[in-house]
């Protein structure tokens, strides 16, 4: 136990040394290098981007930006890498994410710079490192953009962002098909039973019903008319049938030899 706590100490002591003596001059040594490093590469990997697109009449108008769009999009995404893994990087599958793609980078910037000398040697492009330059060069337009993508989804907040939107989606979606199914069913048992007999013989019942009432309805309309039309008839009837009568009795008073006044 001594021995380790000596150890202990002892350990202490050189790691304070170190953190003292030459740490912030190391970390400034390596961003040098990596600086340089990337303006080498940069230089090397937009001569050659320049040069692949400069025959192209989809780059003919902007070629002089569009040369630099594989340059500032590899070169930052290098950096990038580096410091998203010494300082926001927190989660364990995009810190290893961001550690494959930092190697897929920098041998990108390799193959560049090589691929730019060898031209600027042989005073011409080979037709593989022309189709390098022309369809495959340009994908970084649109590789480095989801790879970052992708290291912001992996990121520990946003995971857990992304869990819960995905559940409360799961739940709307389960919530809208159970309410769909009780729709279905309560339409399904309206139907069932419209189609019982019970409710066909109320349905009559009640077409009866309505008939009946409605006819009544429409008897006591026109009674009140046939009534007074039946009572003039009968009054008149009766007056013609009083003239009848007494025309014939007078007739026969005169064939009696009496006289008759009207």
Same mark, same amino acid.
């Given at each position: 136990?001594?021995?380790?706590?000596?150890?202990? @100490?002892?350990?202490? @002591?050189?790691?304070?040394?170190?953190?003292?003596?030459?740490?912030?001059?190391?970390?400034?040594?390596?961003?040098?290098?990596?600086?340089?490093? &990337?303006?080498?590469?940069? &230089?090397?990997?937009?001569?050659?981007?320049?040069?692949?697109?400069?025959?192209?009449?989809?780059?003919?108008?902007?070629?002089?930006?569009?040369?630099? $769009?594989?340059? &500032?999009?590899?070169?930052?995404?290098?950096?990038?890498?580096?410091?998203? @893994?010494?300082y926001w990087f927190k989660?364990?599958?995009?810190?290893?994410?961001?550690?494959?793609?930092?190697?897929?980078?920098?041998?990108?910037?390799?193959?560049?710079?090589?691929?730019?000398?060898?031209?600027?040697?042989?005073?011409?492009?080979?037709?593989? $490192?022309?189709?390098?330059?022309?369809?495959?060069?340009?994908?970084?337009? &649109?590789?480095?953009?989801?790879?970052?993508?992708?290291?912001?989804?992996? #990121?520990?907040?946003?995971?857990?962002? =992304?869990?819960?939107?995905?559940? #409360?989606?799961?739940?709307?979606?389960q919530w809208r098909q159970?309410?769909?199914?009780?729709? #279905? !069913?309560? =339409?399904?048992?309206?139907?069932?039973?419209?189609?019982?007999?019970?409710?066909?013989?109320?349905?009559?019942?009640?077409? #009866?019903?309505?008939?009946?009432?409605?006819?009544? @309805? =429409?008897?006591?309309?026109?009674?009140?008319?046939?009534?007074?039309?039946?009572?003039?008839?009968?009054?008149?009837?009766? !007056?013609?049938?009083?003239?009848?009568?007494?025309?014939?009795?007078?007739?026969?008073?005169?064939?009696?030899?009496?006289?008759?006044?009207?």
């Open positions: 136990m001594k021995d380790f706590d000596k150890y202990k @100490r002892r350990a202490e @002591r050189i790691s304070a040394a170190a953190e003292q003596s030459g740490g912030g001059f190391g970390r400034l040594l390596a961003w040098l290098m990596i600086v340089v490093g &990337v303006v080498v590469t940069g &230089v090397q990997t937009h001569a050659l981007a320049y040069n692949g697109m400069r025959g192209s009449i989809l780059y003919r108008a902007w070629l002089d930006i569009a040369s630099w $769009l594989p340059v &500032v999009l590899l070169e930052g995404t290098a950096v990038g890498l580096i410091l998203g @893994r010494l989660g364990t599958e995009q810190r290893k994410l961001g550690h494959a793609a930092s190697y897929v980078i920098w041998a990108t910037l390799a193959f560049n710079t090589i691929a730019q000398f060898t031209m600027s040697n042989g005073g011409g492009m080979p037709d593989p $490192l022309l189709f390098y330059v022309r369809y495959v060069l340009p994908l970084s337009i &649109v590789a480095v953009p989801y790879l970052w993508k992708w290291i912001l989804d992996l #990121e520990p907040d946003s995971q857990e962002r =992304i869990a819960t939107l995905e559940v #409360e989606a799961e739940y709307n979606a159970i309410v769909r199914d009780q729709n #279905e !069913q309560l =339409i399904s048992a309206y139907r069932d039973g419209m189609n019982s007999q019970r409710v066909r013989d109320a349905v009559a019942r009640l077409t #009866e019903k309505a008939a009946i009432e409605n006819a009544t @309805r =429409i008897i006591g309309l026109i009674e009140a008319p046939v009534d007074r039309l039946a009572d003039e008839y009968d009054q008149a009837a009766g !007056q013609k049938r009083a003239g009848v009568y007494t025309s014939n009795w007078a007739r026969s008073q005169r064939g009696n030899g009496q006289s008759v006044v009207d």
